[in-house]
């Protein structure tokens, strides 16, 4: 499976009619993207759109960050997984993850608790599911959703690597020193392509709102030093700045190569709008910006 260093993570695709996704994805590999990220929130179904994405171009590598265990069962998500990587050899990177109280509680009506016991009781159900089709010419490949140690240990014994996402360059290094040398480390980085700092902090704060409600991501926040007077009002310019990247071109790739140099196999870069009607209109001007100075990081 050739990731390469540099990807996108985005939920425009979600948003736009199944055959301008293909196309999208199609540009996206001419461009130099070795990768796209595709969420589970409440959009499409990851499986399913990683499939139809996937017949969009030849050879960029779809994954999924992330698939949430709690929306189907291990014997349908180990099915998935061998189905797409029968169709797509070496092309389809399954990354999953126990998602958030808020979230499993509010929407599936189950009980959140022993998040980690949970991910290792449903890695052993996925071994161990039973699977009558031919099996795949290469072998399934899979990361998890990990930000504290005890999962990222877990994402290095029991899986290819870890996906960490809403993370800074800092806890790339310690999530590198905690696996070890060869798990993969594929780190999503959010990015704004504006020098206007007001306008840029603006975006980034309206992007982080909801991650800032969500007591994994900052709980994994304060063990890198971060405290509540950086969650208030939205986050501190040290957090906003810490978290999404925002300036020129160079900036943008001056962090992907500061996680790089951190320890990041890849990096999947979600580029952010400065605008509330950005929501709906995929980023393609700044993705075709940033493809030529990506490749050179």
Not at 148 to 171: C, I, N, Q, T, W
Not at 270 to 285: I, K
Request: hydrophobic share 45%; with cysteine.
């Amino acid at each position: 499976m050739d990731l390469g260093p540099v990807g996108l993570w985005t939920f425009h695709l979600d948003l736009q009619p199944i055959s301008r996704a293909q196309e999208l994805v199609a540009e996206l590999a001419e461009l130099g993207y070795s990768a796209v990220w595709l969420p589970e929130a409440m959009g499409r179904d990851p499986m399913v759109h990683a499939a139809l994405l996937l017949e969009g171009s030849e050879r960029i590598v779809l994954a999924t960050g992330i698939a949430n265990i709690w929306n189907r069962s291990a014997m349908a998500m180990a099915a998935a997984h061998r189905t797409l990587t029968s169709a797509f050899p070496d092309r389809f990177l399954l990354g999953m993850g126990v998602s958030h109280g808020p979230m499993v509680e509010g929407f599936l009506g189950e009980n959140y608790e022993r998040p980690l016991t949970k991910m290792r009781g449903y890695l052993d159900a996925m071994d161990n599911a039973p699977f009558m089709a031919e099996a795949p010419s290469t072998a399934p490949r899979r990361v998890l959703a990990a930000l504290g140690p005890k999962m990222l240990e877990l994402a290095a014994d029991r899986a290819d690597g870890a996906h960490p996402y809403f993370v800074p360059v800092e806890h790339t290094a310690t999530a590198r020193q905690t696996m070890g040398d060869d798990p993969l480390l594929c780190v999503e980085q959010a990015a704004v392509l504006s020098t206007d700092a007001d306008v840029a902090r603006a975006a980034a704060r309206a992007h982080m709102a909801i991650y800032l409600t969500l007591p994994n991501y900052t709980n994994n926040l304060r063990r890198l030093g971060f405290g509540d007077d950086d969650f208030d009002s939205g986050g501190s310019d040290r957090l906003v700045d810490a978290i999404v990247v925002w300036g020129d071109v160079d900036m943008v790739v001056e962090r992907v190569r500061a996680h790089r140099e951190a320890g990041a196999d890849h990096v999947c870069l979600q580029v952010l709008g400065t605008e509330p009607s950005d929501v709906r209109t995929p980023p393609l001007d700044e993705w075709r910006r940033l493809a030529p100075a990506l490749a050179l990081s």
